[in-house]
Every structure is written in C-alpha cells, then in structure tokens.
C-alpha cells in the first residue's frame, strides 16, 4: 500500500503547489463552456427518469453546481 500512499502523497503536493492555477483554470471561459454542456446532459437525462414534479428541483442543483464551475 506505500506505494498508492506516495502516489496519494504526490498528487496533494501537486495540488498545493498549483492551487492557483487550478482554480484560475476553474473559472474559465473554457470550463464554463464545458461544464454548461456536461451538466445540461446530466439534467436532461436525470428529468427522463424522474417525475415532473421533480424537474423544478433538478434545474436548482444544476444552477447550484454550476454556480462554482466556470466564470458565469
């Protein structure tokens, strides 16, 4: 197991060391344009199988999520 503890160990220090970086890439132009897709897919297909009664509460997680992803 030492060896997916160095791994683990690794990619914290990656993270620390380019904390910035990531979150300057998060809220990117790009990343909102990504995302937005990836979440209207995901809430499509959740709105399939869920009633309709349910929807209205689907588009708030979804606005909820996407609220912390990209820059809009």
Known sequence: MSGVDDIIA?????????????EEALKSEKAEEVSDKVLDGAADAIKKIVPADQHAKVDEV????DKNIGNA
């Open 10 to 22: 690794k990619g914290k220090k990656l993270l620390d060391d380019n904390r910035d970086k990531i």
């Open 62 to 65: 979804r606005a909820n999520v």
